[in-house]
């Protein structure tokens, strides 16, 4: 019996993150005798090797009979012929890759956190490439936009829990398209279409491939969301407070309620607060004006505040004109980020 401690141990790391909890073929790794495979029909992962043919579990040690996969599985999962895991590797003929530098894979893990999580909102679950060199994500209340690949394909990634780990560990990592004509069927044609996100990567010497489906579906009319000038900018409050106050918000606020309300007292002194619980959290020292209409209260989500302040990078600009209306947030790479404040009564 071949122990799971003989398979490389980032390969079985990453397959976990792959391998549905489905009562079926896909719960496996694969050894197809020269590479180990891992898929859930929508994300794949390669390592060349010479491994024992069989089917494995990544968290146990225990080998199926490949028999009985075989009798049970193979049959409603086979495509043209080839047996199921090898019809979910990506050909890498006609795939132009380009290096994912530390700073790009840094603004790609960014991105994932301004995606939305709804699972209604599919064209929105995804980091877009711009074929303007544009790293764009949103999802419909925050949005983030940042230099990313020049002349990079225009495609909307899926960022998984298995490509955010690649992007931590790896050495070394390349991405490209996989195109696949399909045919039209109103005009009889084969439109070249983009189908996979394939990444190559290196951890040490060992070399790794990993593919996933893009997005389908028009991403939004990013451009248009984007203020095209802000009246008033000013520079953040200290992170070190925000820290204390991000802490006890979560500690005491209800779960219907993540606003925090900004209020200016005067010209130097804000004081942050949650209406709903009545709860002073602190009064901080920041010069900020009244917006274009002389408001003087302001809100926005805490968990929205957190990803802003602490989590996008190095901030240096926030900037307004109406405290009802979008917010920019300006980062010392040149990112930016366009937050639309909570609406709340005014008190």
Same mark, same amino acid.
């Given at each position: 019996?071949?122990?799971?401690?003989?398979?490389?141990?980032?390969?079985?790391?990453?397959?976990?993150?792959? +391998?549905?909890?489905?009562?079926?073929?896909?719960?496996?790794?694969?050894?197809?005798?020269?590479?180990?495979?891992?898929?859930?029909?929508?994300?794949?992962?390669?390592?060349?090797?010479?491994?024992?043919?069989?089917?494995?579990?990544?968290?146990?040690?225990? +080998?199926?009979?490949?028999?009985?996969?075989?009798?049970?599985?193979?049959?409603?999962?086979?495509?043209?012929?080839?047996?199921?895991?090898?019809?979910?590797?990506?050909?890498?003929?006609? +795939?132009?890759?380009?290096?994912?530098?530390?700073?790009?894979?840094?603004?790609?893990?960014?991105?994932?956190?301004?995606?939305?999580?709804?699972?209604?909102?599919?064209?929105?679950?995804?980091?877009?490439?711009?074929?303007?060199?544009?790293?764009?994500?949103?999802?419909?209340?925050?949005?983030?936009?940042?230099?990313?690949?020049?002349?990079?394909?225009?495609?909307?990634?899926?960022?998984?829990?298995?490509?955010?780990?690649?992007?931590?560990?790896?050495?070394? +990592?390349?991405?490209?398209?996989?195109?696949?004509?399909?045919?039209?069927?109103?005009?009889?044609?084969?439109?070249?279409?983009?189908?996979?996100?394939?990444?190559?990567?290196?951890?040490?010497?060992?070399?790794?491939?990993?593919?996933?489906?893009?997005?389908?579906?028009?991403?939004?009319?990013?451009?248009?969301?984007?203020?095209?000038?802000?009246?008033?900018?000013?520079?953040?409050?200290?992170?070190?407070?925000?820290?204390?106050?991000?802490?006890?918000?979560?500690?005491?606020?209800?779960?219907?309620?993540?606003?925090?309300?900004?209020?200016?007292?005067?010209?130097?002194?804000?004081?942050?607060?949650?209406?709903?619980?009545?709860?002073?959290?602190?009064?901080?020292?920041?010069?900020?004006e009244p917006d274009i209409?002389?408001?003087?209260?302001?809100?926005?989500?805490?968990?929205?505040?957190?990803?802003?302040?602490?989590?996008?990078?190095?901030?240096?600009?926030?900037?307004?004109?109406?405290?009802?209306?979008?917010?920019?947030?300006?980062?010392?790479?040149?990112?930016?980020?366009?937050?639309?404040?909570?609406?709340?009564?005014e008190y």
């Open positions: 019996m071949l122990l799971q401690n003989d398979f490389p141990k980032y390969f079985m790391d990453l397959a976990q993150n792959i +391998v549905t909890k489905k009562a079926n073929i896909f719960r496996f790794v694969c050894s197809t005798g020269d590479k180990l495979v891992a898929t859930n029909m929508d994300e794949t992962l390669v390592q060349c090797g010479n491994y024992k043919e069989g089917f494995y579990s990544p968290k146990e040690s225990a +080998v199926l009979q490949k028999l009985y996969i075989e009798d049970e599985f193979k049959n409603a999962y086979e495509e043209k012929g080839k047996e199921p895991f090898e019809s979910c590797i990506v050909d890498q003929k006609d +795939v132009f890759f380009y290096e994912v530098n530390n700073s790009v894979r840094n603004k790609i893990k960014i991105a994932e956190l301004y995606t939305s999580k709804d699972p209604k909102r599919e064209y929105m679950q995804g980091v877009f490439f711009d074929k303007e060199g544009k790293i764009v994500a949103t999802d419909g209340r925050t949005m983030y936009i940042t230099d990313g690949i020049p002349e990079f394909p225009e495609c909307q990634i899926k960022v998984t829990k298995t490509l955010l780990k690649i992007l931590d560990i790896a050495d070394y +990592v390349e991405m490209g398209i996989k195109y696949k004509n399909i045919k039209n069927y109103e005009t009889n044609q084969e439109v070249r279409t983009a189908k996979n996100i394939v990444f190559n990567f290196k951890i040490g010497t060992s070399e790794f491939t990993y593919s996933n489906q893009l997005i389908e579906g028009k991403f939004p009319r990013w451009k248009t969301a984007i203020p095209e000038k802000q009246d008033f900018h000013v520079t953040p409050f200290d992170k070190k407070i925000w820290k204390d106050i991000y802490s006890a918000s979560k500690k005491l606020q209800p779960k219907n309620d993540k606003n925090l309300c900004f209020t200016i007292e005067d010209s130097n002194h804000v004081t942050i607060t949650n209406i709903s619980n009545n709860i002073n959290y602190a009064t901080i020292e920041w010069n900020i209409n002389k408001r003087n209260v302001f809100a926005f989500n805490a968990d929205y505040l957190n990803i802003l302040l602490t989590k996008s990078g190095e901030l240096i600009d926030i900037g307004y004109t109406d405290f009802l209306r979008a917010f920019t947030f300006t980062y010392k790479n040149g990112s930016i980020a366009v937050v639309m404040p909570s609406q709340i009564k």
